[in-house]
């Protein structure tokens, strides 16, 4: 896939954005294991942080 410069700006701007994301995801799970919150109630936080790393690993494998 060739990408254009206004492409190319879309998909890094999509690819900081999902990184942004999973820090601030992966911090927020840090922080309640701190506060000593139980595996199972961080079970739904866990399950959104994988879709944002299936979706950060499905756009970067539309740009190969």
Do not use: F, N, P, W
């Not at 700006?9 to 690819?15: A, F, G, L, V």
């Not at 922080?31 to 961080?42: D, E, I, K, S």
């Not at 739904?44 to 950060?56: E, I, T, Y």
Request: proline share 0%; no cysteine; net charge positive.
């Amino acid at each position: 896939m060739e990408l254009t410069t206004s492409s190319r700006t879309q998909h890094q701007s999509t690819i900081d954005s999902l990184l942004a994301e999973l820090d601030e995801r992966r911090r927020q799970i840090y922080r309640l294991q701190a506060a000593g919150v139980q595996r199972a109630g961080m079970r739904g936080l866990k399950r959104d942080l994988q879709a944002v790393r299936d979706q950060l690993r499905d756009a970067v494998a539309d740009a190969i």
